[in-house]
């Protein structure tokens, strides 16, 4: 008959809290899901006990004393920081690891340790996280079993189908460490609990309603443990299997309270002491089928094979581990358990002892139970309360009970007969009664075995209970170390690794969880990510937590040396990760403009944050054996390679710019001229297999154009427009040769135009941080007005070459750059001057040097400017200023018929100042003529 399944929820974590990451790295046989992925579940055996109290410590004291052959008094205070301590696994195993003394957690796991090793390695994994009482109370522990010269291996109790160290999450409760490390101890070195006997408390069993004469009786109970088969805590995909332990109990049950009378008799007995033996074989459990994705698992238990005895059986028997457990159990040989008081006729009183014994087994069935989280999450398979009852009644029913005389007592032959014939009537009674007394008494002292005592150890009686501590995916990663020969950072077909030997470990949060070795060959091993977030790396070492080329080696693809894996519940398979390895050297540059712009210094060779990037430009890497070119990418960076046979090695860029200055990893080397002289090519160190940064720092060369030239007459002024791009920042000079003297004006709001505002003469102009710059963060050309000036008396014909130079010194260096143009300027014979007038108030278009007019009248006069030279003029100025009493008229000053303002503010070359008319003509073509007008009136 299929028992009940209970399922419930648990507080905390039991042995191993093995969640998360402890789920990697499994066997792979039978996945859950196709791809390289499984999902994976972590199970143990038994609850986890919260708490302790004072009834639990006087059971935990002689049960673990007991198995561990020793004598422990720990407080409830210590019992208690040893169960509320959950270790960090993987610090755990790395203090085992030195209390091992060896280099691996594998290693670790299969070396023979006394407890009190484990125990300090416990207590050191609870002091690295700050647990002060747990890692106190474990040492307390510790002191108690210093005497112990027993070992174990831990890989025989915590078994990890997997290579060990990807846990950095997973967690171990201090308390099934001990009872787990306790069990194990037992089985290992063959200890019984017979020299610390455990005595239960409390039991209590009421016979009132059974008509014999006794209400309740209150049995002293004291109790052996034997393990004989260790629990196994697992890890696994769909498939694996664990199990519980397998344990024997000795059972002294005295009942020497209990008197009553048999039933249907005058007769009474009392019952003296009841040996029981139970076995107990372990629990099996299967993980019938995971699932990551939704959390859900199915577990298929099977309760233990339980077998119990009543009679006596030698301890050197019942304890042998050599034999079988379960049904290999001998039926006891017939023991005293009660003695019956009667009368025989014809003598009186006489005594009887009751010898019995009796078998029963109890088997259970297969059951399967579904959760789905949250974990952990015990279930329960079967129920021990059923069990007990059914196991009991069998031992009731198959009863083998015998009367024999009580010895001292001394029958005459002739009353033999009739003892027979009592000791026949009364046996059915007996036995009758024996039943009834032992039914509920041998129930309610094995439920208090497997609820004081049991359960401590994860046993039960027709039951199995297994804690589920999470359902978690994990993937199969094959990482591959190759030499990449191109060096393009993909591996290509044939190529494998022929180096040193390297290690790819898995790692996380600062330490390692898993590693394998790379030696020549096909470079490629196999290691496995849970799932999470985690770093896969190459190193020199399997400790190593960051990557690290072997000497003389750079990475090529990814450069860092690491790869994070990422694993999802729904992930089904992940990306093999690749590592390319070059013998020589990395470098990795950046080309940026080293003017200082935002708050950075200018000229110093080095790149800042604030400073632009250099896209597109050509890095050229030559050295002895020849060269290699790569192209910056839109942010000035470039990576190169540098083969460990080259020597002599440069570096240099190709484009319009200059160098200001080159740093080679801390070392800084600026120009000291424009041609950066020994700056291009720049020198690097010869390939010792390091990656080298470089920065290479240009600035723009000013530019000045374009060579232009003019006429005037002289007197007169000549403005030639030129587009000036400072390069860099710092102070620009401007100065011409020649005679005529020049004026500078620039265009400070760099629209492409001199504004009459931007008149003012300059002769330095400070480029700073103001200095308008284009999308590309050059700094932008804006427009120079030079103006020269052709002094009066200078004769027509005479020509001035004038070499305009802005000179440029770099801001913070004593570099200077310069640009300079070419201005032509050419004296034209004077223009000639006719001057008009009309009187616009007569309105007879009469048109004369002199006209009459009166008062109120409006007069027109024009001034006809004529270029008698076969050249153009440029800038010819003509002013005229009025005399006598006439008086301008606003607004009426025109060029060619074109309307002029009267304010100079503008560029439209007309001002009116007072009484004095200037136009400024900004060409007069070779005999042509212009005419300006104005209105007068005439007061």
């Not at 049960?63 to 208690?80: H, P």
């Not at 107990?280 to 005895?309: H, I, K, M, Q, S």
């Not at 052709?790 to 640009?819: I, K, M, N, R, Y």
Request: with cysteine; hydrophobic share 40%; glycine share 10%.
């Amino acid at each position: 008959m299929r028992g009940p399944i209970h399922r419930s929820l648990r507080p905390g974590r039991t042995l191993a809290a093995v969640l998360a990451t402890l789920l990697a790295l499994l066997a792979w046989s039978a996945p859950a899901r196709a791809g390289s992925c499984a999902a994976v579940a972590c199970v143990s055996a038994g609850p986890r006990l919260v708490s302790v109290d004072s009834a639990q410590s006087a059971i935990l004291n002689p049960l673990l004393g007991g198995l561990l052959g020793g004598n422990l008094t720990l407080s409830v205070l210590d019992w208690n920081a040893v169960a509320t301590t959950d270790l960090r696994l993987d610090a755990f195993l790395g203090a085992l690891k030195v209390q091992a003394g060896v280099a691996s957690v594998d290693s670790a796991l299969t070396s023979l340790l006394t407890v009190a090793k484990i125990l300090e390695a416990a207590a050191q994994a609870a002091e690295a996280d700050g647990n002060t009482a747990g890692a106190g109370a474990l040492r307390v522990l510790k002191a108690q079993v210093g005497g112990l010269s027993g070992t174990i291996a831990l890989g025989d109790l915590l078994k990890f189908d997997f290579p060990t160290g990807a846990f950095a999450d997973a967690r171990i409760n201090a308390l099934n460490l001990v009872t787990g490390g306790a069990q194990l101890f037992n089985r290992t070195n063959a200890v019984t609990t017979g020299g610390t006997p455990i005595t239960l408390s409390g039991v209590s069993v009421d016979l009132s309603g059974l008509g014999l004469g006794v209400n309740t009786a209150t049995p002293t109970v004291q109790l052996f443990v034997q393990i004989v088969e260790p629990p196994i805590y697992l890890c696994g995909p769909q498939g694996s299997t664990f199990h519980t332990a397998a344990v024997r109990v000795k059972l002294d049950i005295d009942l020497s309270g209990v008197n009553v009378g048999v039933t249907g008799t005058s007769a009474t007995m009392r019952f003296t002491t009841v040996s029981a033996y139970l076995e107990v074989a372990r629990a099996d459990g299967t993980l019938a089928l995971v699932n990551a994705v939704t959390r859900a698992l199915t577990l298929n238990g099977t309760p233990g094979l339980a077998r119990l005895g009543i009679g006596q059986l030698s301890d050197s028997v019942f304890f042998d581990r050599s034999r079988d457990m379960g049904t290999s159990m001998p039926l006891p040989n017939p023991a005293k358990i009660a003695e019956v008081t009667t009368s025989l006729a014809g003598f009186g009183t006489v005594y009887l002892d009751v010898n019995a014994r009796s078998l029963a087994d109890g088997t259970y069935p297969l059951a399967s139970v579904a959760t789905g989280g949250p974990y952990p999450q015990a279930v329960t398979v079967g129920s021990s309360s059923a069990a007990v009852a059914t196991l009991v009644g069998t031992l009731v029913t198959n009863l083998n009970l015998t009367l024999t005389l009580k010895g001292g007592q001394t029958i005459p032959a002739l009353l033999q007969s009739s003892l027979t014939t009592l000791i026949s009537s009364l046996l059915q009674p007996v036995k009758t009664t024996v039943g009834t007394v032992l039914q509920p008494t041998l129930e309610a002292v094995l439920k208090a075995t497997v609820d004081q005592v049991l359960r401590l150890l994860g046993v039960g009686i027709g039951e199995a209970v297994f804690t589920i501590h999470g359902v978690n995916n994990a993937c199969q990663v094959t990482a591959r170390v190759y030499r990449d020969t191109e060096p393009d950072g993909t591996p290509g077909p044939a190529e494998t690794w022929d180096g040193p030997a390297v290690s790819v470990n898995v790692t996380q949060s600062g330490s390692v969880k898993d590693t394998s070795t790379v030696g020549s060959g096909p470079g490629t091993v196999t290691l496995t990510v849970p799932e999470g977030t985690r770093s896969v790396l190459v190193a020199t070492a399997g400790t190593a937590t960051s990557a690290a080329a072997p000497a003389g080696y750079v990475f090529t693809g990814p450069q860092s040396g690491t790869v994070s894996v990422t694993v999802a519940a729904g992930t089904t398979t992940v990306a093999d990760p690749s590592f390319g390895l070059f013998p020589g050297d990395r470098i990795t540059g950046v080309v940026f403009l080293d003017d200082g712009y935002g708050s950075a210094v200018a000229h110093d060779g080095q790149a800042q944050g604030s400073e632009y990037r250099v896209g597109s430009r050509a890095v050229t890497v030559s050295g002895s054996l020849g060269t290699r070119t790569t192209t910056t990418a839109a942010d000035g960076t470039f990576t190169a390679y540098v083969p460990s046979t080259w020597t002599g090695v440069t570096v240099t860029f190709t484009g319009p710019e200059t160098v200001t200055g080159v740093t080679v990893g801390a070392a800084t080397t600026l120009a000291t001229d424009v041609l950066a002289t020994g700056l291009r090519p720049a020198s690097l160190p010869d390939p010792a297999g390091q990656t080298r940064t470089v920065q290479l720092g240009l600035t723009d060369r000013p530019a000045l154009s374009a060579d232009q030239s003019g006429r005037t007459i002289a007197p007169g002024t000549v403005r030639y427009v030129h587009t000036l791009a400072p390069g860099t920042t710092g102070t620009i000079t401007l100065a011409k040769t020649g005679a005529f003297p020049g004026e500078y004006h620039l265009d400070t709001d760099c629209d492409g135009t001199v504004s009459a505002a931007e008149h003012t003469p300059v002769s330095t102009v400070t480029v700073d941080g103001a200095w308008p710059r284009d999308a590309a963060g050059h700094l932008k050309a804006c427009a120079l007005e030079v103006q020269v000036s052709v002094p009066a008396g200078t004769a027509a014909g005479t020509t001035e070459a004038a070499l305009v130079t802005a000179a440029v010194a770099w801001h913070g260096s004593s570099v200077q750059d310069s640009a300079a143009v070419t201005d032509t300027t050419t004296v034209s014979p004077a223009a000639t001057i006719t001057k008009t007038v009309e009187n616009l108030t007569v309105a007879d278009h009469v048109v004369a040097t002199s006209v009459e007019a009166r008062p109120g009248d409006t007069l027109r006069y024009c001034l006809n400017v004529t270029n008698p030279a076969a050249d153009p003029i440029t800038t010819v100025t003509v002013t005229d200023t009025l005399t006598g009493a006439a008086v301008y008229t606003p607004g009426t000053l025109t060029l060619q018929g074109a309307a002029l303002t009267d304010s100079a503010a503008d560029t439209d070359g007309g001002s009116v100042s007072v009484r004095t008319i200037t136009v400024t003509l900004t060409q007069l073509g070779a005999a042509q003529t212009q005419q300006v007008c104005f209105d007068t009136t005439v007061p």
